[in-house]
């Protein structure tokens, strides 16, 4: 299954328009073009209409949100849904300030999202209306494990139910699920949480692949999620005793671009539960 | 005459002011530091003026435009010109929204650029004022190849007595020509548009070679392709097989880093057409 | 000394809000990563209180300032001054523009900044209202050197005294003194500086330090210059021919990454003088 999502991305390399937070937005991009898609970032409201008129796909990201750019994703967002676009959403901090609460809360509310992916603080937040966000990285309380997996599982399908999207919980254990499906996905490596902006990197590399396979909104998403947690342990291996996490960045990129459907499909652990 | 073009960069280490997108701002930084000038990025309208005047050369880059930075690319290139400063033109995606043709033309109405750069789309949506740019990337309906390459360099030189400035279109063939002469350029490497940004890093480039060589122009643009056309060749030579795009990205600007004029002088690929 | 300064870092690991430059924000998250601190960063002025409040330290930093993020600056600072938290002000190009100087010095004003971090030239503009600044490197004429150096620590100690703030001032030979104490710090090569951004990350590294140590700021300041003095030897150690600014930016972060508080103490050259 994830071998087709990844040849269609390569196959079709859609146009994604990214209005993102600037702390990992060249990483984003080049995330992007890694897997054989082609960024765009445009974040003025007079001209965001527009550019999400000549992509495939939308990708925000509250990661550095302003003003200014909260309505132009608004404008974007409404926009693609008009032209039946996919959407990401990537609530980053979410919980951390009234803002960004308000700004996501907003969004969900104006706008269809295809896919919505954070770590379980910030979806908790979101389904919730008010979180315990401590930052940009989950509250150690809220972490999956196997005791609450069941748990969490159902109240990502009941978030999904809600708001028509596909729901991406990642940590260590990574969720996907529409209202009725989970697939839990084992891959990617602790070490990548000492990366800025991986979880930036994969709402990127998601809006590619659900851009390229949008009838397989469920399915592309867990192909996107197990090419980055692959993409993760792939890189840690080529690790040598003197790289630490600015050249671990480079080499988790640098393994998207060079993974194969081949090496996607026999490196995914992932299964339905 | 490549050689010295180097040299003059490495000895004057000029002081280049870019109001550049959020993208590739931090690339194109140490781009301009890898070849020996020195980066200074400002686009407040309250500063840009006295920034400018501080510097030895502008670099305007409209890739992630709006509102604000509009009018201090015009308040700087204002500046520049009364100050007799070299002033480059980086149209990126001009042609993928009203806002950006708009500005881009704006730019060229009130600014007399030095050298204006960009891909065959993006110089013929200038030329003509309208475009078929799709995104930031050259549309392949106007690739310049060997049938069309004559009919390409009369619309550019003709592009180019109209503004006044070196035009440099690059590609897989780069052009680079004023009004009277034009110059091919055939290194790179087709990789190198897997990266984000290498045009704009381009730009930054060869704002640091046209301050430290004002009176050379046109010879010093054809420096500064051939400089990074060039890396783009010798960095993909040392990729090993788990590189990407990622690593890429730091061997180009390291390739430009050791750089001696000499490699450039032996290494370059360009001819009088 | 230095050895617990570190160890508490990553113990602690601090939450750090950065309002800080498009231009090197990506390795600064990165740096605070590799020290073993967690970085977010806001700059909306109906935010920046509230993730100022979450966090355990700040770091202002002037790079790429404008209107909208200065009054989150103040805002910001006077909140976490409120809150008792550890300040860091890293006044980028002050003296390049009216408006640098101005922000700097009302920063300075309503804000109690617990370390200012900059090259002589910003230090020496910040402490005289006027300057002499360059860009954003230090103006040669300003050079510490073993000649002058026992003014320039006179005039830091007067300057400590004055604002109530560790100074550190970066170069050559970096200097870290409160009103009584001075000590300098002998890491780092030359090379640092053909790379954008190192006194960014280093300001980044001292807020995490700091917020880490909150009871020895004058300590922990000299530690996190020493780290980072010492990253870059290490990294310049592990430079191969073919490498340049743009891989030892990444080794430097990377040597930031795998420093033991041990490697710390046993590398770091520092003495009181």
Excluded: W
């Amino acid at each position: 299954m994830l071998e087709e999502m990844l040849k269609n991305v390569r196959e079709k390399s859609p146009l994604i328009h990214n209005i993102t937070n600037y702390v990992t937005v060249n990483d984003c991009a080049n995330v992007v073009l890694a897997c054989g898609a082609s960024p765009i970032m445009a974040d003025d409201q007079k001209e965001v209409a527009e550019i999400t008129s000549i992509c495939t796909g939308l990708n925000i990201n509250i990661g550095t949100l302003n003003t200014r750019t909260i309505e132009s994703m608004v404008i974007a967002g409404k926009k693609a849904n008009e032209l039946h676009h996919p959407v990401v959403l990537d609530p980053v901090g979410v919980g951390a300030s009234t803002l960004r609460t308000q700004t996501a809360l907003k969004l969900l509310k104006e706008i269809q999202f295809s896919v919505i992916r954070g770590n379980i603080s910030e979806i908790k937040t979101l389904a919730l209306g008010s979180g315990t966000t401590k930052g940009v990285d989950a509250n150690l309380a809220d972490k999956v494990t196997a005791e609450n997996i069941h748990e969490v599982v159902s109240f990502a399908q009941e978030f999904s139910k809600k708001t028509g999207a596909v729901i991406a919980i990642t940590g260590a254990i990574d969720l996907v699920c529409n209202e009725n499906i989970t697939y839990a996905i084992y891959n990617g490596h602790e070490m990548m949480s000492s990366i800025t902006g991986t979880g930036c990197q994969l709402s990127a590399l998601t809006a590619s692949f659900i851009s390229a396979n949008p009838d397989y909104l469920l399915e592309s998403t867990v192909a996107a999620v197990c090419t980055m947690g692959l993409a993760g342990e792939i890189a840690h291996e080529r690790l040598t005793p003197l790289d630490g996490n600015a050249s671990y960045r480079n080499y988790i990129i640098d393994a998207i671009y060079n993974m194969t459907p081949k090496q996607l499909q026999e490196g995914s652990q992932y299964k339905k539960i």
